[in-house]
């Protein structure tokens, strides 16, 4: 076996690892990628952000969690991001910026940078996220969830109307967009968006990890009754818990990995086993592999830069790169 092919097992440390990403707080972790690119070339316009907004407080030096592994001539650092802040919120340190400088190849969950994603975003929501059957998504819910939905989008200041042409799915991506523009967010500079545009400006290479549209096209597959559970699930935690938004990006500016469990992991977290696997487990699987190929053939500074969810919990790419034989080390800040 080649140098590049031995790895040292380690044992999984569950007490560290116990988070995982769950499809909570205004969609903000799983949808994160689907959310920027809708906003990009939004379906529906939100309201503008009330300017009374309370920010969530930031510590004094932001230091959201960053793990290492490596091999004998390759080293990946891992870092997860928050979906959306509220403008100007800091979130860098002088340790990511050194890394994004200095980094050979940058990955993403999907490169917003790439001048065919809008086209491909909006030939995807046409086809994939349109009622095209004459009925509408008021009547695939009926009369009770009907209702519910309506309140709840009326008090994001969306009537029914202006969803109910929507597959279930979009229609969840869309309330999780208008939430977070409605508490304030920043989605024209979510650190994404940022960490793409500057990689791309410094001519750093970039690879995605999945295309434009494929989270969607994920979300389009799942059958009706399992998109009409994710929708309603997604409305009731807008509706239920409006500050969990600003509870988890404090909790992940500080690198607060124990709070961000309570958060993300919690009982109900997930709509379905099914959307947990689909829209978390399987991809976590694809990107474990996509990873370990860019260890073995690549060298120099690896850049991983995806959703903080994916990298704790028992189906985290933390735990998988682990179970693989990786040691995978959590970074000092």
């Known amino acids: 076996m080649s140098r590049k092919g031995r790895r040292r097992r380690v044992a999984i440390d569950e007490h560290n690892l116990e988070m995982i990403m769950v499809l909570k707080a205004s969609l903000t972790a799983a949808l994160g990628t689907a959310c920027a690119l809708l906003v990009a070339t939004p379906v529906l316009a939100g309201e503008p952000a009330s300017t009374d907004q309370v920010e969530a407080p930031e510590p004094a030096m932001p230091q959201p969690a960053l793990w290492t592994l490596r091999d004998e001539d390759t080293v990946v650092h891992l870092f ?3 979906s959306a802040l509220p403008p100007g919120a800091a ?4 340790g990511f910026d050194d890394l994004l400088a200095h980094a050979d190849i940058v990955v993403l969950e999907s490169n917003s940078t790439d001048p065919a994603a809008a086209s491909e975003v909006q030939s995807t929501v046409r086809s994939l996220g349109i009622i095209a059957d004459g009925t509408t998504l008021s009547q695939k819910l009926g009369e009770a969830q009907a209702e519910e939905l309506a309140a709840i989008a009326a008090g994001l200041g969306l009537p029914i109307a202006a969803l109910d042409r929507l597959r279930p799915w979009l229609a969840a991506v869309q309330l999780g967009v208008v939430a977070a523009q409605r508490q304030g967010d920043d989605l024209a500079n979510t650190p994404a968006t940022v960490i793409a545009s500057e990689a791309a400006a410094n001519g750093t290479e970039l690879v995605a990890l999945e295309g434009p549209t494929d989270l969607m096209r994920r979300m389009a597959s799942l059958p009706d009754d399992e998109q009409v559970s994710f929708l ?3 409305a009731r935690t807008i509706r239920d818990d409006p500050d969990q938004s600003a509870r988890t ?11 961000l469990a309570g958060i993300f992991h919690g009982d109900g977290a997930w709509s379905s086993k099914a959307v947990y696997d689909l829209m978390l487990v399987s991809r976590n699987v694809a990107w474990r592999q996509q990873i370990e190929t860019l260890l073995e053939s690549r060298t120099g500074s690896i850049l991983v830069t995806i959703g903080a969810g994916h990298l704790a919990g028992p189906d985290s790419l933390v735990t998988m790169l682990t179970a693989a034989g990786w040691d995978v080390e959590r970074e000092a800040p």
């Open 91 to 94: 979130w860098r340190s002088p």
């Open 80 to 82: 997860g991001y928050a």
């Open 249 to 259: 990006n404090a909790a992940w500016l500080a690198g607060d990995v124990a709070s």
């Open 232 to 234: 309603m699930h997604a």
